[in-house]
T-cell receptor, first 114, second 116 residues
């Protein structure tokens, strides 16, 4: 079963605009991670946020986590054509679950038009 | 993709044949994983291994087998028992951050398997 579900499924924006993707999950977690996948390639780890953190930044990326709503958002600011990719959230098993077995959502396909 | 190699990039097989996908990592990571990705879908876990000579079934292990004889290698065999083997297969590894805690996963470039 899929723990994380990204929303929207697809997002198309112009270069320079901000892109926001959301992830909802069902059970408790220790950490939530975001990954990027360029077409036909492997996934690349972007950022990890722990369950006791509310916000985290990395370059043009900003991730928020609301454990009461079981949701996370990924904001990419000042988007570039090179940001075109699929973005996945991944959650671990939470307390009592496996900390190394991740469950991935179906992803958001982001298209940044030049 | 650095540090994890998967070969070949594209693989074609006839139905009824077993096929083995290679995954090698030089990152000295303890944990390794195999995922399957179908078009427009997320990743589904096939098998994972936390240490050498030990592995566990993931969510969709039926029709697949693995071995972990060396830390750096985790080959996946797609057997003829797998009903729909055509898919994109991704291998990943993860470092032990201490006390058996693993966080981020590092992925290989993937192998696209087509069975006709």
């Amino acid at each position: 079963s899929q723990q994380g579900e990204e929303d929207p499924q697809a997002l198309s924006i112009q270069e320079g605009e901000n892109a926001t993707m959301n992830c909802s999950y069902k059970t408790s977690i220790n950490n939530l991670q975001w990954y990027r996948q360029n077409s036909g390639r492997g996934l690349v780890h972007l950022i990890l946020i722990r369950s006791n953190e509310r916000e985290k930044h990395s370059g043009r990326l900003r991730v928020t986590l609301d454990t009461s709503k079981k949701s996370s958002s990924l904001l990419i600011t000042a988007s570039r054509a090179a940001d075109t990719a699929s973005y996945f959230c991944a959650t671990d098993g939470g307390s009592g679950g496996s900390n190394y077995k991740l469950t991935f959502g179906k992803g958001t396909l982001l298209t940044v038009n030049p | 993709d650095g540090g994890i190699t998967q070969s070949p990039k594209y693989l074609f097989r006839k139905e009824g044949q077993n096929v083995t996908l290679s995954c090698e990592q030089n990152l000295n990571h303890d944990a390794m994983y195999w995922y399957r990705q179908d078009p427009g879908q997320g990743l589904r876990l096939i098998y994972y291994s936390q240490i050498v000579n030990d592995f566990q079934k993931g969510d969709i292990a039926e029709g697949y087998s693995v071995s972990r004889e060396k830390k750096e290698s985790f080959p996946l065999t797609v057997t003829s028992a797998q009903k729909n083997p055509t898919a994109f297969y991704l291998c990943a590894s993860s470092p032990d951050r201490g006390y058996g805690v693993f966080y981020e996963q590092y992925f290989g470039p993937g192998t696209r398997l087509t069975v006709t």
